[in-house]
């Protein structure tokens, strides 16, 4: 099976960096993504990785570490707008589909 | 607008009722995916077609069965539904051309608000 762990909530200031952490466990992994939800509104994709390291898009990165089980998300320059859940998903080795972490919530406060 | 579209946006319904689910994927897309949102269990993976066919299941009821039709929209359909089924229901949809277990980024439709009262 899979399974993931994030931080429920964290709280940043706009202008700031936030990192948003997950941890897997996973009988097979092939690569991880982030969404985005806004309250009521439906998720969209922010970011992948299949290799250890950092993707950087805009003001996104996501990083991967393979050996560690470990990613996170960070967000640089927040605004207001980021104020939302973020999830992390693997996606499994031999699997089509994708199993989500149970998001943070992010809020960002002037 | 992610190009997926889901109706109704709303649903309300007595428990034991039947409903069902629409879903139209973006242009293109042969892979329809069904999840359900709950407060306490985040967004958890029902069930993917492929063209037509099931293709993966994840942790769906035996109340719940979907299909592909063959112009490639997907209907959900919840059956003798108890207080617990009120949730957000999401399809997404991918171009379903990568092999089993590569990354193809989904793309939500905007969801259907489920109450059974």
């Known amino acids: 099976g899979q399974s993931l762990e994030q931080p429920s909530e964290v709280t940043a200031v706009e202008g700031a960096i936030v990192q948003i952490n997950c941890t897997y466990q996973?009988?097979?992994?092939?690569?991880l993504s982030w969404y985005q939800q806004h309250d009521g509104g439906a998720p969209t994709f922010l970011s992948y990785n299949a290799l250890d390291g950092l993707e950087e898009t805009g003001r996104f990165s996501s990083f991967l570490s393979r050996s560690d089980s470990y990613g996170y998300l960070l967000l640089q320059e927040l605004q207001m707008k980021d104020s939302a859940s973020y999830f992390c998903?693997?996606?499994?080795?031999?699997?089509?589909?994708?199993?989500f972490g149970k998001g943070t919530k992010l809020s960002v406060i002037p | 607008d992610s190009g997926v579209t889901q109706t109704p946006k709303h649903l309300i319904t007595a428990t034991g009722q039947r409903v069902t689910l629409r879903c139209s994927p973006r242009?293109?897309?042969?892979?329809v995916y069904w999840y359900q949102q709950s407060l306490d269990q985040g967004l958890q993976f029902l069930i993917q077609y492929y063209n037509g066919e099931e293709r993966a299941k994840g942790n769906i009821l035996e109340r719940f069965s979907a299909q592909q039709f063959p112009d490639l929209h997907s209907e959900l359909n919840l059956s003798s539904l108890e207080l617990g089924d009120s949730a957000l229901y999401f399809c997404?949809?991918?171009?379903?051309?990568?092999?089993?277990?590569?990354?193809?980024?989904?793309?939500f439709g905007p969801g259907t608000r489920l109450l059974v009262l």
């Open positions: 997404a949809s991918s171009p379903g051309v990568r092999p089993r277990g590569y990354q193809e980024t989904q793309y």
């Open positions: 242009s293109g897309d042969l892979s």
């Open positions: 998903a693997v996606h499994g080795a031999g699997s089509y589909q994708l199993t």
């Open positions: 996973t009988s097979g992994f092939y690569g």
